[in-house]
């Protein structure tokens, strides 16, 4: 119904009605149901003009509208729920700017963490040197700045760490698998969840590292392995494939002490058996091939 | 060496924790004595690190566990009390809220309460996930019985403050977090849509009205705040619900008040100015 219509058929009822006719009657019938739904779809201050003709002409109303509060409160509770929702507004608004403010952190995390991963991938590329690590670990510095960032920010707003934890968590993931990657080319043993932390400065503050996250990050790093054992055969180092070996499959026992959920850790630790199986293969390739300095 | 290869292959794909114990401890026996020392070492700080992962992920588990089953019976007892609200008609009003207000108590204490221990900290929002389908429902239970009772909106501040004297003055309060009470505050118009359409068939059109401007108010207000939700998508899909119980009560309202003036006639009322004349007044 366009405006005109519904201002016209509101005069003409009410021009209608203070003088009732019985013949007229079916006529205002008509017209009163349409004025009402024109009424609805009007604000609320039309509404309310019209209510004194309302009560004269349908008693029945006044009683009935009782039932879902009066309409003398309306007003009132109706600029409360405004209210409320203006609060919700801006308290929504808070929370964006806050979350606004860690996605900017977690994404110089990030680009951090690429340019390790890049440099990292260095190692596939020769034999094993430690030079190849040193930037890679130069990274390091600058994600302990970056997380002591995050951890400022949230300390702002405590108890909300897992409010905001879905912004930095695949950053953190990222940044631990590349983490125990070093670790374990460096010293060829498992970084621990407490030496991660220590590693990205988050073991003094309450800011801690969940312990599902270092978990799925120790699987990503695991997915890394194949790849080096193929590689390093290829440039020579027929040792490789049973170091890693060796590490891979206590690696995966103890992972199997866990019990999980059905989640993303499980998934990505299912998919840590064909990468076990990889390693393996590449071994026997070497062992039946005698390449590898057999002592056994 | 071949042998050996083999037992691995079955040890890993049977996946049973024994034969791959087996088969590390007889890796091992076969280096040399100074790196079997060291790698055995390694191995145990291994285990013993994840054993305290696997104590951890245990009772996360089992906290888990606990809080989504709470939200499950909050969800349950939440709808039979919005059932309850439905079985409301004009002459038995106040006798079904009681019951449905005393019932919604019932779900705070013996439900909700259970919550309270378990969302201490920062796993108030860690567990949102599995709670918050519980919360949203007692929301909606809470806000449909205060709105059948007055007519108004249950504020957020009053859930809570209805909440508080659950928990024991050493824990922090379970405080319902706006977005729950949002969400919740979308499945209201649902269920607002069920009682309007009741209401109309009983000839309380006037009711109906004021659900649908009730309904209305609240879906501008939260078309406002939906880009700033957390999760938008979970909220998008409910405003185009609930966009679509706005509808069904402006089009219920607008057919009876299109047919009341054909009924009318038929009544055999004088009254021009109550088409509903042939319903009995209601009586409160």
Redesign the interface.
Known sequence: MNSALRNACFIFSHSLNPTPNPNAFPLILYLHSLQSIAVSRLPLRISRQEEPYRSAGASSFSSSSSMAGTDAEAPASSSLVEKQFEHFRSQLQDSGSLRDRIRSVAMEIESSTRLMQASLLLVHQSRFIPEVLEKPKAQVGLLKSLYKQLAEILRESPGLYYRYHGDWRSETQTAVSLLAFIHWLETGELLLHPEAEEKLGLNESDFSMDVEDYLIGICFMSNELPRYVVNQVTVGDYDCPRKVLKFFTDLHAAFRMLNLRNDFLRKKFDGMKYDLRRVEEVYYDVKIRGLSATRD | ??NT?GI??AA?MA?K?KP??L??IA?TA???SAKRAR?LS??S???D??????D???DL?EK?ERVVKASRDITMNSKKVIFQVHRISKQN?EEVLEKAEKDLGDVATRHVSRLVKELQ??????L?RAYSPGVQEYVEAATLCK??K????L???EINAALLPLSDPSLEPLQIN?LDY?LGLADLTGELMRLAIGRISDG????A??????VR??YR??T??VP???DTSDMKMKMDTMLQSVMKI?NA??SV??R??EY??LLGS?D??????G?P??E?
């Open positions: 060496m071949l290869t691995q292959k890993l996946s924790p791959q114990l088969h590390t890796g076969v280096q040399s790698t390694t191995q700080s291994m285990k690190a994840f054993a305290k992962y696997a951890y992920l245990n588990n888990r009003k900290g920062t796993d108030f929002w860690k949102r709105f059948c007055t007519g108004t909106l504020s957020l501040d706006n949002l309380e059109l006037d009711y009205e004021k659900i649908c401007h009730f108010d609240i207000e939260l406002l705040l700033h939700m957390d402006e309202c607008f008040h299109v009341g003036s009318m006639p004088d021009p100015g109550s088409f509903l004349s319903v007044d209601i409160l």
